[in-house]
């Protein structure tokens, strides 16, 4: 029912955006009118999907319920944290960095506390990357608003 | 019929040193993402693209038929040896082949499945080569009212079929559709939704989202379902003789023919899969079995033959609307429509009488991906089956790895990763909503197409809708379109009703 509500909004959203884009009638409908039909079939599927959930039986079997606490979406977090600091770290130092402390987390939040492993296993894949890109491919990559 | 120097200029093509190589790595590098439970070949496909843009000449389609082929057939080798498909094509395989393993027959099963996988592929490569110029011939009597049904078709079976639930897979379908209106409209050069930003111009780039939501939103559910300690397969089986007897040859041979002929019209069908493939295979020839013979699931080697053959068979099969429509049917062949485009390749019936040596590249392409997949399988079995050994919590970074990499790759701009991520993130969660992945995708792709053709149409019609069911090619797809859609629906009441009369 939530999701259907998102839905819903997001089509709300969409008609709301095409108000200024042009429709001069079907026979030259411009930018306005396929946005148009697909907000308002996206708000008449949520609605659907709405009914489907009111009217079900058994809304607790047939609802995809997500378990927000579980150990396995914990591990989620985890690993989306890791996700920011790897986009904030692209940002500034670069690529090849950025991707030694996302590797490094990743393994963390997958619980792997073997410091060979955790040592070896980024520094092997940055520079295989940097390798194969910078030196054999000269493909320049990005080097972060620090180093440019 | 065919052009015999189109013919010599594709088979000049292909059979270069460096050609030959990028298809071997190729398919090597899908035999290794297939081995990996948890890497779709889809996966594979996707972190691979970005990096074939940067080969020369059609060097990278080769390769990506390469991993095409490579990774159908790599998923085998762990569902034989630990009960586990690498791939979702290869289910069925699991239900003869790990008996077999466990009667210490790993390398018969892995040996009848190798020589299945490359008839099959050759086989639908054959299928392609005749089927294909003869279904392009004919579309290419079509307009812009047989363009939009053949889009909208396309879309509703794929949306009809990869979903339980037909709302939420309409929803993910007006979602792709949706992410294809933003950037600026080519006939009137208004902004759509960009924000002002100068990054959404052009669109969001369709191979950024494929990779956040078949790769990156896949490593998010390996982190997801992780146990610790989650190593694959360390007792990898001994495998002895991997070269099929002549009798194990003749026992399966019909049964590869069949599931040959099955995977090549199932592929062909939009919204098909390998999956459903080799079920169906496995189920047909489940029902020949003769008397005599061990029964399916109990370590019957046709019951590896069979899918094995039919799921190989479908990269054929999926290329056949591809090349001559335009229309891609699954999530593969439109990886692969993508790099065509890139390339200045534009697939559809006109491809056929202006550029014939492009397709007979593709095809003799796709015929030597399946050879060099069988010479590899034999000649490396032992070796791939010790890849599923990998540990999960290196395998996991990696592919986030090949997702960022390949995404910049792909545009050399950072902003990309950062569009990735997020999608990635919504795919995940889609994917755990149940909401189906391959509607967005094919949204994004024929979003432009539906969009355009319906504008022409209605300007020959002056405006109106009648013109695509009194034009008899775009009513019959309108037809089936529509149908694919409601039927679900209306036989979801049907049934309720039946069981209130029931109940009553």
């Known amino acids: 029912m939530v999701l259907a509500g998102g839905f819903f909004a997001l089509g709300v959203l969409m008609f709301w955006f095409t108000r200024q884009f042009s429709y001069d009638g079907l026979q030259s409908f411009g930018t306005g009118f396929w946005p148009r039909v697909i907000a308002a079939i996206m708000m008449f599927c949520s609605v659907l999907l709405f009914v489907q959930s009111m009217l079900s039986k058994d809304p607790a079997k047939d609802e995809v319920v997500i378990d927000w606490k579980s150990a396995g979406m914990k591990r989620v977090y985890l690993v989306a944290a890791v996700l920011i600091v790897f986009c904030v770290a692209l940002y500034f130092v670069g690529l090849c960095p950025a991707l030694l402390v996302m590797i490094f987390g990743i393994m963390w939040s997958m619980q792997e506390r073997r410091i060979p492993f955790l040592v070896i296993t980024p520094v092997a894949c940055s520079l295989f990357i940097f390798v194969a890109f910078q030196v054999l491919l000269k493909v320049k990559l990005p080097a972060g608003i620090l180093f440019q | ?504």
Not at chain 2, 85 to 105: F, I, R, V
Not at chain 2, 227 to 240: F, Y
């Open chain 2, 1 to 504: 019929m065919f052009d015999i120097s189109a013919l010599g200029i594709a088979l000049s093509s292909v059979f270069t040193v460096e050609n030959i190589l990028l298809i071997l790595i190729g398919t090597l590098f899908g035999i290794l993402c297939g081995a990996m439970p948890g890497l779709s070949s889809v996966m594979a496909m996707t972190i691979m693209v970005p990096f074939t843009f940067s080969m020369s000449g059609y060097g990278g389609i080769l390769c990506l038929l390469g991993i095409f082929c490579g990774s159908i057939y790599g998923g085998s080798i762990t569902a034989i040896l630990i009960n586990t498909p690498g791939t979702s094509n290869s289910a069925a395989t699991c239900l003869d082949g790990y008996p077999l393993s466990q009667k210490g027959e790993a390398g018969r099963a892995l040996g009848i499945s190798t020589m299945a996988s490359t008839f099959g592929g050759v086989f639908s490569a054959l299928a392609l080569f005749i089927t294909a110029p003869i279904l392009a011939k004919f579309a290419l009597n079509f307009g812009a009212p047989e363009y939009f049904a053949l889009a909208i078709f396309g879309i509703s079976i794929v949306t009809s079929i990869s979903s339980e639930n037909m709302v939420k897979g309409i929803i993910s379908m007006m979602m792709g559709l949706a992410i294809s209106t933003i950037g600026m409209d080519v006939l009137t050069a208004e902004n759509r939704f960009t924000g002002g930003t100068t990054y959404l111009l052009g669109g969001l780039p369709y191979i950024v989202i494929l990779i956040a939501m078949y790769a990156f939103s896949q490593g998010l559910i390996n982190v997801l379902d992780y146990k610790k300690g989650g190593v694959l397969n360390r007792d990898s089986a001994k495998l002895t003789r991997v070269i099929p007897t002549l009798d194990d040859v003749k026992k399966t041979a019909p049964v590869i023919l069949i599931s040959s002929v099955i995977g090549t019209v199932i592929g062909a069908i939009p919204g098909t899969g390998g999956d459903i493939a080799c079920w169906t295979a496995y189920s047909q020839m489940k029902r020949l079995r003769k008397e005599d013979e061990p029964e399916f699931g109990k370590g019957n080697i046709k019951g590896v033959a069979a899918p094995e053959a039919a799921n190989n068979a479908i990269s054929g099969g999926a290329l056949i609307p591809l090349l001559t429509l335009g229309i891609p049917g699954d999530a593969g062949s439109a990886i692969m429509l993508g790099s065509l485009m890139m390339l200045g390749i534009t697939p559809g019936p006109l491809l056929f009488s202006n550029e014939t040596d492009k397709v007979y590249l593709i095809i003799l392409g796709l015929m030597v991906a399946n050879i060099c997949m069988c010479l590899l399988g034999y000649c490396g079995m032992r070796g791939f089956a010790k890849i599923s050994s990998m540990p999960l919590q290196i395998l996991t970074p990696m592919v986030f790895m090949f997702c960022a990499v390949g995404t910049f790759a792909y545009n050399h701009n950072v902003t990309d990763i950062f569009v990735m991520v997020a999608f990635g993130f919504l795919g995940f969660f889609m994917v755990k909503f149940e909401f189906p992945i391959p509607p967005i995708i094919l949204g994004i792709i024929l979003g432009d197409m539906i969009e355009k053709n319906l504008q022409r149409s209605l300007v020959l019609s002056k405006g109106s809708f009648g013109i695509f069911f009194t034009r008899p090619i775009s009513c019959v797809l309108m037809v089936i379109a529509i149908f694919s859609i409601c039927s679900p629906i209306i036989l979801a009441i049907v049934r309720s009703m039946k069981r209130q009369e029931k109940e009553a």
